[in-house]
């Protein structure tokens, strides 16, 4: 069965500082995968998707970048941090187009920057 | 751009007492429809997708249904560990599109 692994599960960080969260996908190959992000009170916005290594598509302009090193592997960072970055980061993966559009979510890495 | 609006924004209920969630929604195309559970602190976990309208899924207290322009989720005899959010989502192929949620709270 496939999982996913996504840490650290909590962070606190200054203002300026860098930012690097790890995601990891176990039991499939080639999927899609996500970052998310949720604020209080606020639907999940969707940051940053791939559909292969090295192929990285961003929705929302802003300090934050992703990378896929390897397949199964999906890093979410940033070089300095800004208070408006905190918030609850998901990553998630689907399996390949076209597939059937589910997406499947990693546990969360709660970011808060002070 | 699609858009999925959630209603009630919370819900409280008695053990036992039956209700429904609504999930409008505007798309180009739908290709999808899912519904999510979320508990505090935890990634959403998916329930159900829903394809065309007169759709239905079950899963033990739970039934989604979808129309034209929305779904619901009925909730049958709900027990104090059905309180989460529902999150619906809408599109699929790459991208999903997500209503704010409805927050459930059953009480014993």
């Known amino acids: 069965s496939q999982t996913i692994h996504q840490w650290p599960a909590t962070l606190v960080q200054p203002v300026g500082s860098p930012l690097s969260l790890e995601c990891t996908v176990e039991g499939t190959s080639n999927p899609n995968l996500y970052w998310y992000r949720q604020a209080a009170g606020r639907g999940l916005q969707l940051l940053f998707y791939?559909?292969?290594?090295?192929?990285i598509s961003s929705e929302v302009p802003q300090n934050l970048s992703a990378s896929r090193p390897q397949d199964r592997q999906f890093i979410l960072s940033s070089k300095k941090l800004l208070l408006s970055d905190s918030g609850f980061y998901l990553c998630a993966w689907s399996v390949a187009t076209p597939g059937t559009g589910e997406l499947f979510f990693g546990e969360g890495s709660r970011l808060t920057v002070l | 751009e699609d858009q999925v609006t959630q209603s009630p924004e919370a819900l409280r209920l008695q053990e036992g007492e039956s209700s429904s969630l609504n999930c409008s929604y505007t798309?180009?195309?739908?290709?999808?429809l899912f519904w999510y559970r979320q508990d505090p602190g935890k990634g959403p976990e998916f329930l159900f997708t829903l394809y065309s309208a007169g759709e239905e899924k079950e899963k033990e207290r739970l039934k989604a249904t979808l129309t034209k322009k929305e779904s619901f989720l009925h909730i049958t005899a709900p027990k104090p560990e059905d309180s989460a959010t529902y999150l619906c989502a809408v599109g699929g192929f790459q991208k999903l599109v997500f209503g704010t949620g409805t927050r459930l709270l059953v009480s014993p």
């Open positions: 791939s559909v292969g290594i090295g192929q």
């Open positions: 798309v180009s195309g739908l290709r999808g």
